[in-house]
């Protein structure tokens, strides 16, 4: 019974920290775009630099014989 005096004061400031976190989090705009990093991991990038002719190219290169198919 003695715990209770402990634990129930420890849960509610615990629920309190909890509750300041989500509300910094969404004034802060974290959860803003859930979808855009998911989208632009997928996206090519247009502009990505070609190797110059001194360098070996990722790209053309002969595949590994070691990687499977």
Same mark, same amino acid.
């Given at each position: 019974?003695?715990?209770?005096? &402990?634990?129930? !004061?420890?849960?509610? +400031? *615990?629920?309190?920290?909890? /509750?300041?976190?989500?509300?910094? @989090?969404?004034?802060?705009?974290?959860?803003?775009? &859930?979808?855009? !990093?998911?989208?632009? +991991? *997928?996206?090519?990038?247009? /502009?990505?630099?070609?190797?110059? @002719?001194?360098?070996?190219?990722?790209?053309?290169?002969?595949?590994? !014989?070691?990687?499977?198919?």
């Amino acid at each position: 019974m003695e715990s209770l005096y &402990l634990l129930i !004061p420890v849960s509610v +400031i *615990l629920v309190f920290v909890i /509750g300041g976190l989500f509300w910094w @989090s969404v004034r802060s705009g974290q959860f803003d775009d &859930l979808e855009g !990093p998911a989208h632009r +991991i *997928l996206m090519d990038r247009d /502009g990505a630099k070609k190797p110059e @002719s001194g360098q070996a190219s990722v790209l053309n290169s002969e595949p590994d !014989p070691r990687m499977p198919d």
